[in-house]
């Protein structure tokens, strides 16, 4: 069964950096690429980040781009999302999913894997 466990969320203060972290079970990362979606409350879902299991070929929505940085390690089965320069519009629900690399690049589809969540509140 294929499980995904996000950690890393809480509370920072604009201008301030969280890591995000994902680590999966279940199955070996070469076979999705894994990312991150966001959802904030009223709003609809937003594909943050993922990262290609075949090449390691990244995707950035244009509202995280130069602020967050995706990675990952196929030996521990984990991908990190460092989030810096964080904003008040960064605050939503972050969950982690491992899916096709297009869902996130076309905003279509649905993720094979889907992680509970973790909340990131950018606040002062």
């Known amino acids: 069964q294929l499980q995904l466990v996000e950690s890393g969320g809480g509370l920072v203060q604009p201008g301030g950096s969280l890591r995000l972290s994902c680590a999966a079970s279940g199955f070996i990362l070469d076979y999705y690429a894994i990312g991150w979606f966001r959802q904030a409350p009223g709003k609809e879902r937003e594909g943050v980040s993922c990262i290609s299991s075949s090449d390691g070929s990244t995707y950035y929505a244009d509202s995280v781009k130069g602020r967050f940085t995706i990675s990952r390690d196929n030996a521990k089965n984990t991908v990190y999302l460092q989030m810096n320069s964080l904003k008040p519009e960064d605050t939503a629900v972050y969950h982690c999913?491992?899916?096709?690399?297009?869902?996130?690049?076309?905003?279509?589809?649905?993720?094979?894997?889907w992680g509970r969540g973790t909340q990131v509140t950018v606040s002062s």
């Open positions: 999913a491992a899916a096709e690399f297009a869902v996130w690049t076309t905003g279509w589809g649905t993720p094979s894997g």
